[in-house]
Structures are given as C-alpha cells and as structure tokens.
C-alpha cells in the first residue's frame, strides 16, 4: 500500500505539471504529439485525436511533446509551438510551473480544512513565573534566567509580522529561522498587539541545550473560519513551502547544508513510507491527510525548481523565449539545442549524484 501512494504522489504532481503545459498549448491551438507518465519503456498507450497518451515504466517524469519541439520539419505548421506568438509560447512554457502551485494550494485546502494553520501568533512567552508548567526538563536552568522575548516586550497574542525585515506568516517561518540563523545574534522583530498597535523590537537570543532560543510557543493550530480564511491559510501554506525549496536552494549553494542531508527520490520515498506507516496507526484520514502534504510539499518543490533558469528545465526554456523577446529574434534552433543538451546532461548527472548519495544515506548510513 505504501508503495502505491508514493508512485501516486509522483505520479500527481507530475500529471499537473505536464497538464498545465498541456491545457495551455490546447487553448493556443498547438498540437501535442504525446502526453506521456514517466520514462523508458510503454507500458500502456492510446491515440485521441492527433494525440498519443503513453504511460511508460519509470515514474520519475513525464513530457507534453509538441509539434515541431522534437523535429524543424513541421516549423511552420500553423498549429506547431514554434509558429505561435512569444507570449503564446511563453505561457505554455510557464504553465507547468503554475499548475503545481495551483495543486499546492488546492490540496493546502483539504488539510487546512481537517487539521488548521499555525499563524504566527505569540501562545505564550517564557518567564520566570510560567517556565515550570511548559514541562520543559530542568525549566529553572533552561534559559539561564534570561528570558529574551519578555525582555524585548512581547506579550501573549502579539502577531509577528517580519523576522529581519522579511513578511512572516506561518509560526514554522520562526522555527526555521531560528534553526539556520540561530546563532545568538540579535533578531529584529516587527510585530502587532491584539489591539492593532505595531511595534519594532530587537530580540537577543538565550543559549539552551536545545540551541539558542528566544522563549516563546505558537499559539497552535487554528481552524478556518470560514471560507475566505481557509483560501487565505491555504495561500500562506503554499507561500510557505516555496519559501523552505527557495531557503533550501541557498542553503545547498551556499553549502550550509552537507550532502547526507540533501535527499532525492529514494530520500523522500523513505520519509514518506516512515511517515505513511506511523500516520496508519491513528487512521486512514490521517495517513491521507499525511499523503496529501506531501503532495503539496513536493508540488510547490516541483513549481520552484522548474523556474530555474537551466537549460532543460521550464525556466532555462523561458529563458531564450525571453531572449527573443528583448531581441526580437530566435535563438538559433542548433545552439539552443545544444545549451539545452548539456544542461540535460548535467542534470541527469546531478541526478545520479543525488541517488548514489540517497542509496548510501538509507541503505549503508
């Protein structure tokens, strides 16, 4: 069973992804050659219209082929991609990317609906008096009697508005940031009173056994309202998973982050089968709920990493449409197919990379 909802997490948001790309080329009048799940051999395959659907063995990807993407023969056909306008050809290009932002936020809704959104709410602030019920070991000791968000003003209730200058509006946001950055330096925080006042305060954080912590606690998960707070959770939920890919991104470039913590398909499927199995022990619609977010996880990844301005991938594409664009002339079909082979190239190889690490990091860690 868990092998099955990990093939279908894959198999979701790739299907939206290559939807997206082909809703838009239909609308355009582009005729698409095959609308084809996962890679190598067909398993499964079937003709409507002018179009082939193919369901093939590996199911790590997909494609929407278009008429004259694959050959120069069929450039000027009326309904081929490259006879389009460059914007028609840009939002086709684009739309794969938005479709998975679309799915992050369609699927955000039915877990926000079931379990709530943790905005970024003050529950409680840390103080000598209150330290001892939060059940933390050795409370006394914890904070060395310094208690920083009391220090800095913070009251219960207060809405934190911007960690360093940068929106917040998940409580999670907090949480990372203190994971990454926290090394003791002083955090400018803006934050927002239940009676509306907005104030500015520096926040200098306390050194625990936990790493460096500023004392407070979310003031929880918090169910919807009513249907325009569940759209605006639900945007804020998506908003939040593209910013973790984005951090994420810059942790690896930067090389904050060492290879056995970056993890690929057989990473992620592992996450999943351990986190499918301990969500089955509570109830089904937990174990759907847990398949869910994972979808919206890797659906808003997917968006994120498919802007990327490499050859190959959605954003590389936009890129000499962009080009052309400014120009107002194509980049040359052969050069454009050879940047786009070796940033292919290079991603099937950062792609090996990432399983021979994946391999080594589940089965030999």
């Known amino acids: 069973m868990n092998i099955i909802l990990i093939i279908l997490v894959f198999g979701v948001i790739i299907f939206f992804h290559e939807l997206g790309h082909f809703i838009v080329a239909k609308i355009n009048h582009i005729t698409v050659k095959e609308f084809s799940m996962g890679f190598g051999p067909k398993l499964f395959q079937f003709h409507k219209k002018e179009t082939q659907y193919t369901l093939r063995l590996i199911p790590l990807g997909g494609y929407c082929m278009m008429l004259s993407e694959d050959d120069e023969e069929n450039e000027n056909d009326e309904n081929s991609f490259e006879k389009k306008s460059i914007w028609a050809r840009m939002a086709v ?54 208690y920083p968000a009391e220090e800095a003003g913070i009251s219960d209730g207060d809405q934190v508005l911007k960690i360093e200058g940068s929106t917040v509006k998940n409580f999670r946001e907090l949480q990372i940031y203190l994971q990454i950055y926290g090394d003791g330096s002083p955090i ?75 993890s690929g398909p057989v990473g992620v499927a592992k996450n999943m089968n351990d986190t499918f199995n301990e969500a089955a022990k509570s109830s089904v619609l937990d174990l759907f709920l847990n398949w869910m977010n994972y979808i919206v996880l890797l659906s808003a990844n997917l968006g994120v990493m498919n802007l990327l301005p490499i050859p190959g991938l959605d954003g590389g594409r936009f890129i000499f449409l962009l080009i052309e664009a400014v120009t107002r002339k194509k980049v040359p079909k052969d050069k454009e197919n050879i940047v786009t082979l070796i940033g292919f190239v290079l991603v099937m190889l950062l792609m090996v990379v990432i399983l021979f690490n994946d391999i080594k990091n589940v089965f030999f860690h």
């Not at 290009?93 to 959104?117: D, E, K, Q, R, W």
């Open 93 to 146: 290009v684009l739309a794969g990317p938005a479709m998975n932002f679309v799915i992050a936020f369609l699927f955000s809704m039915v877990i926000i609906h079931f379990c709530g959104s943790d905005p970024a709410i003050i529950g409680a602030v840390y103080n000598k008096d209150n330290i001892e019920k939060y059940q933390i070991e050795n409370a006394e000791e914890y904070f060395n009697g310094v």
């Open 188 to 262: 400018d925080l803006t934050l927002e009173k239940e009676d509306g006042t907005v104030y500015d305060t520096t926040v200098h954080p306390a050194k625990t056994p936990d790493g460096y912590k500023i004392g407070i606690m979310s003031v929880g998960y918090q169910l919807p309202k009513n249907f325009g707070e569940l759209c605006k959770y639900s945007a804020y939920e998506t908003r939040y998973w593209v910013k973790a890919t984005f951090l994420s991104l810059k942790l690896i470039v930067t090389r904050q982050v060492s290879s056995d913590e970056v």
